[in-house]
């Protein structure tokens, strides 16, 4: 069974940095982009970034670049979220996601874990 | 990167067919065939109904299907069943190798 467990959600202040981790199994890891989508409270979907998958290309939306890097290390069959400067807005569920297709592919995800839950707070 | 815009809601009844239109630019929905559409129900992950603008993953229900024209996709639910009671969500792929999604619609079945 393809399965995705998000960890490292937390409360932070402002300006805080935090690490998500995305455990996958079931599939062949390497074989497929993966993605980080959140979602606020009450409020709906927002895509975060992708990596393809190598790991050797990223991509992020404008409201995290500079600040978010996205990684990945298929050893562990692992996915990272390092989120730094962090801001209130930023305060969400954050779903890992796999790509449907295998490849370049990162348009649509198949696969969504439970997420783990941001607050970035005073 | 401007979300995508989808009506707030649209209803419909029991064995009725309903559309939710998500309505993009020539840099997002009109440029790519990469339009998806998502199903979350409440306190639920989402769950992909259609990518890249017609194919539905396998299990998906055929009464679910998407088009496009232009700068607009479209998500027709057919045979509305009460279970398809949620929250609708498209995206597309846009300029900048980014993704954008739709600000979502709430489909009340009466």
């Known amino acids: 069974e393809v399965q995705l467990l998000e960890s490292g959600g937390d409360l932070v202040q402002p300006g805080g940095s935090l690490r998500l981790s995305c455990a996958a199994s079931g599939f062949t890891f390497n074989s497929y982009a993966m993605n980080w989508v959140r979602q606020a409270p009450g409020k709906g979907l927002e895509w975060v970034s992708a990596v393809s998958g190598s790991g050797t290309s990223t991509y992020n939306a404008d409201s995290v670049k500079g600040r978010f890097t996205i990684s990945r290390d298929n050893s562990k069959n692992t996915l990272h979220l390092q989120m730094n400067s962090l801001r209130a807005e930023d305060t969400a569920v954050y779903y890992c996601a796999k790509s449907i297709l295998a490849g370049l592919h990162y348009y649509a995800m198949d696969v969504w874990g439970q997420g783990t839950t941001v607050t970035v707070s005073s | 990167q401007s979300a995508l815009t989808q009506p707030a809601s649209v209803s419909g009844s029991p064995g009725q067919s309903i559309a939710i239109s998500c309505t993009g630019t020539?840099?997002?929905?009109?440029?790519?065939?990469?339009v998806s559409w998502y199903q979350q129900h409440p306190g639920k992950t989402p769950k992909l109904m259609i990518y890249?603008?017609?194919i539905r993953p396998s299990g998906v229900s055929n009464r679910f299907s998407g088009s496009k024209s232009g700068n607009t996709a479209s998500l027709t639910i057919s045979g509305l069943q009460a279970e398809d009671e949620a929250d609708y969500y498209c995206?597309?792929?846009?300029?900048?190798?980014?993704?954008?999604f739709g600000g979502g619609t709430k489909l009340t079945v009466l």
């Open positions: 890249d603008v017609t």
């Open positions: 020539s840099s997002d929905v009109g440029g790519y065939p990469y």
């Open positions: 995206s597309s792929f846009a300029s900048s190798d980014t993704l954008v």
